[in-house]
């Protein structure tokens, strides 16, 4: 089963900073790759996810990531942040035809004002 | 458009006993997951269901099963329960089996296991 590694699981930023979040997977194949995000007090939401196609792939509210096939490699970024972006951010990835998630430990992020 | 609901919000069982937690999909899904989120980690694949059958399953012990009704709502049953299975169980729905379908997660249930 694929393993999924975020490194820096605690970020602490000033507003307007960049952002970008490391994420790892195990084994290559056809992969799918997700972001997840958890702001306080509300579920997981889903950010960006990666199928096929650009591997640069645009998600809500200004993040984007990147897929690097040949590094394992999906990391999340955002060129300037908010206050608003304080969550929990998790990386996730499954084999293809295989829906079961393998989520890396998460990264708390916090935006100072 | 309901989104995936879960129930109850939260739960306080005592070591042994044993624990039915419920999930209601995203309409217009047929495929249930469940995951277990321990305190300070990711979420880890429990096991998934899809036309009432169990597809998929992850690195867990029998104590835990599961069901799916033709509603495709989901049970997820703990039985014997051990204070390392306090967590919060997150259920996620997704349109069919397969590999290119989002999830969409529901607010999840805290057990508490003392």
């Known amino acids: 089963a694929q393993s999924v590694s975020q490194h820096n699981h605690h970020v602490i930023l000033s507003e307007a900073a960049s952002l970008e979040l490391g994420c790892n997977y195990s084994?290559?194949?056809?992969?799918?790759l997700f972001w997840y995000v958890q702001y306080p007090g509300q579920h997981l939401q889903l950010l960006l996810k990666y199928f096929s196609g650009d591997p640069l792939v645009k998600g809500i509210k200004g993040f984007e990531a990147e897929f690097i096939k040949s590094k394992f490699s999906f990391n999340l970024r955002k060129p300037s942040v908010q206050w608003s972006d304080t969550a929990e951010y998790f990386c996730a990835v499954n084999d293809y035809g295989n829906n079961r998630l393998a989520f890396g430990k998460g990264n708390q992020v916090v935006v100072i004002p | 458009d309901a989104g995936v609901t879960q129930s109850p919000t939260h739960l306080i069982k005592t070591r042994g006993q044993q624990v039915t937690l419920r999930c209601s999909p995203k309409?217009?899904?047929?495929?249930v997951s469940w995951y277990q989120q321990a305190l300070g980690q990711g979420p880890q694949f429990i096991f998934q269901?899809?036309?009432?059958?169990?597809?998929q399953r992850g690195n867990f012990p029998d104590r835990f099963s599961g069901h799916q009704f033709p509603n495709y709502s989901s049970e997820l049953n703990v039985n014997a329960l051990l204070l390392g299975d306090s967590a919060l169980y997150l259920c996620?729905?997704?349109?069919?089996?397969?590999?290119?379908?989002?999830?969409?997660f529901g607010p999840g249930t805290r057990l508490t296991v003392t």
């Open positions: 084994y290559g194949g056809t992969v799918n």
């Open positions: 269901y899809y036309e009432e059958e169990e597809r």
């Open positions: 309409s217009g899904h047929d495929t």
């Open positions: 996620a729905s997704s349109l069919k089996a397969g590999g290119q379908n989002e999830q969409y």
